[in-house]
């Protein structure tokens, strides 16, 4: 058996530090480093050669986390820093998020940095440093990861009744798929600019059969009951994530503004029901873990447990599966009988 250390539990996809440079301020010439070598109006500039790669990690409980075996960027086995989350505004006054991740040898000292952008960079944009955060740098990195219902989504409660997500206080009963009525542990909430990894998913009223659009974060799985495989999956129960739906129509990426989402955690992972499908509430990981309040932390023993024994990300299909273009209206009638 390998390593757990050398066992990848997420992918995320990275810029080389020397790949984003100083091309007007004081670090002129200079590439991205760590928050405390870092000069606030400094002007970034991305390589034309800059080549996003995937790095592979693991242990993301806490930083540092482990980088993985298999990796394709960074230095397997080393430690990887979550330094910070900074701010960049462009001339056009938007804004892009970027986490900074250092990768450190046996010695401690900095062998790499990598930065992780939150929206789409490219190399004929200047970016003004505006914002360096390494106190909300993990908990930006575990809101990327969580499945994340946006504001006026309908929960299917104990009683049967529709209710916004909004609404939902911890200690109200959600009618679960397999387990029955289960008390909501806690709810959470954050606003964020609605784009690049945070930008939400649009499923139009119908499309799954959801009664109503359903706007999800883009890793949000939906579960779904084949009554035949159409998809060639292997099993009739399956977990698909929002963003390999994306088809430019019927299920879309809006971008622009600012969404409020919100997440619902019980003591297990499991099924509920949102606008009539079935989707899954929050999963407690090493890396979602960062999402959750000082309060809940000294539960983690009990929690991450709970849901590792009903976490069913077995039953999720890959992209490779999905890739195609009428995929919606396969799921929807797959499901229909």
């Not at 995937?54 to 086995?77: D, K, N, Q, V």
């Not at 909430?189 to 799954?208: E, K, M, N, S």
């Amino acid at each position: 058996m390998s390593d757990p250390a050398f066992r990848p539990s997420q992918s995320l996809t990275v810029l080389r530090g020397e790949h984003l440079r100083v091309i007007n301020g004081a670090n002129l010439g200079d590439p991205l480093s760590f928050a405390d070598e870092l000069v606030m109006e400094d002007i970034y500039r991305l390589s034309p050669l800059a080549n996003p790669a995937p790095l592979a990690l693991s242990r993301l409980a806490r930083s540092p986390f482990t980088i993985a075996g298999h990796s394709e960027s960074g230095t397997p086995g080393a430690d990887l820093h979550l330094d910070c989350c900074l701010t960049f505004m462009s001339g056009d006054g938007s804004t892009t998020e970027c986490l900074v991740l250092v990768e450190t040898d046996a010695e401690g000292n900095v062998a790499q940095v990598f930065a992780h952008p939150l929206a789409p960079m490219n190399a004929r944009t200047d970016y003004v440093l505006v914002r360096a955060d390494q106190d909300g740098a993990l908990q930006r990195f575990a809101q990327i990861a969580c499945v994340s219902f946006a504001r006026g989504t309908a929960i299917t409660m104990a009683t049967g009744a529709q209710k916004p997500v909004e609404d939902i206080k911890a200690g109200d009963r959600v009618l679960t798929r397999d387990a029955g009525v289960q008390e909501i542990r806690w709810i959470g909430h954050q606003t964020v600019r609605a784009i690049g990894a945070l930008a939400p998913i649009r499923i139009a009223a119908g499309t799954l059969n959801n009664t109503r659009d359903l706007i999800v974060s883009p890793d949000f799985r939906l579960f779904i009951y084949q009554r035949r495989d159409t998809l060639g999956a292997g099993r009739s129960e399956v977990l698909v994530r929002a963003r390999h739906l994306v088809n430019g129509t019927s299920i879309t990426c809006v971008e622009g503004g600012f969404v409020d989402y919100y997440q619902m955690l019980f003591d297990d992972h499991q099924i509920i029901y949102a606008e009539g499908i079935a989707a899954e509430s929050m999963l407690v990981n090493d890396r979602t873990s960062g999402v959750l309040p000082d309060a809940l932390h000294d539960d983690l023993a009990t929690l991450i447990p709970g849901h590792r024994r009903t976490d069913i990300s077995d039953f999720e299909i890959g992209e490779h599966l999905l890739a195609r273009p009428d995929i919606a209206e396969r799921l929807r009638k797959s499901s229909e009988g």
